[in-house]
Every structure is written in C-alpha cells, then in structure tokens.
C-alpha cells in the first residue's frame, strides 16, 4: 500500500504540475472574447489560481515524497524523489525563462474585456467658448 501511495504522489507530480503550467501558461497568452470587466477579472483570477497552484505543488509534491520516502525507508521513492527535485528546480527555471518573455506577468494580469464605452447622455459646457455638440 505504502509503495502504490508514493507512485500515485510521484505520478501526481510528474504529470500533474505540467498539465497545470501548461493550461495555466494557455490561458495566459489567449486572448478571449469576455464582454464585461467582471469575466475578464473572473477569467485572470482563474489562470492566476492554476499557475500558483501549479508552481506551490512543484515544490510541495516531491518534498513530501522524500520526507515520506524516508520515514517508511523506502530507497527507490527516496532516490526518486530525491531526482525529481532537479526537475523541480528546471521547472522553476522554465517558468522564470517564460516570465522574462513575456511581456505582462505570468501572475495577476488580466486579459483586456469587450466591454463598449458608456454613452454620453449630458452635456456639461465647458470653458472657453466651446458649447455642447449638436446645439
């Protein structure tokens, strides 16, 4: 049972972070049609949410799995575990790469809406001369 325990966290780790960062980094450089603000904020908090979940279970994931390892004294976890901890830091690496690229932050941006501009209803005169438009 311990051995099924740590490959289900191994595979979690293998396969999960990477389908999490690459949704999340999808989503981030699409540009989706959202007709108001509040899809556009709900849209970003959405990526941001996939992106930091992905970066903390990067680190979280293979941590536990030594620590686990090692308290059942299991040395083929221990020693794989232990290697995907490289693969942690080259992960991080990627997305430190992908951040330098990009041109708005991979976390807190959100996306543009399509939202039309409020219709002006009231002139104010102004100043100068100038009257309202149209009389």
Do not use: K
């Not at 030594?66 to 976890?77: D, S």
């Amino acid at each position: 049972m311990r051995r099924a325990g740590l490959g289900v966290l191994f595979v979690a780790w293998l396969y999960g972070v990477p389908f999490l960062l690459i949704v999340g980094l999808i989503r981030r450089t699409s540009s989706p049609y959202l007709a108001t603000r509040s899809a556009a904020q709900a849209f970003g908090a959405t990526t941001d949410t996939l992106l930091t979940t992905a970066l903390v279970l990067n680190l979280a994931l293979p941590v536990t799995g030594v620590l686990l390892a090692r308290l059942v004294r299991h040395r083929y976890w221990t020693r794989h575990f232990g290697w995907s901890l490289v693969g942690t830091v080259l992960i991080y690496v990627a997305v430190s790469i992908a951040q330098s690229a990009a041109t708005a932050p991979l976390i807190g941006w959100t996306p543009d809406d399509q939202e039309p501009a409020p219709r002006v209803t009231q002139c104010i005169p102004t100043s100068g001369g100038r009257g309202c438009p149209g009389g």
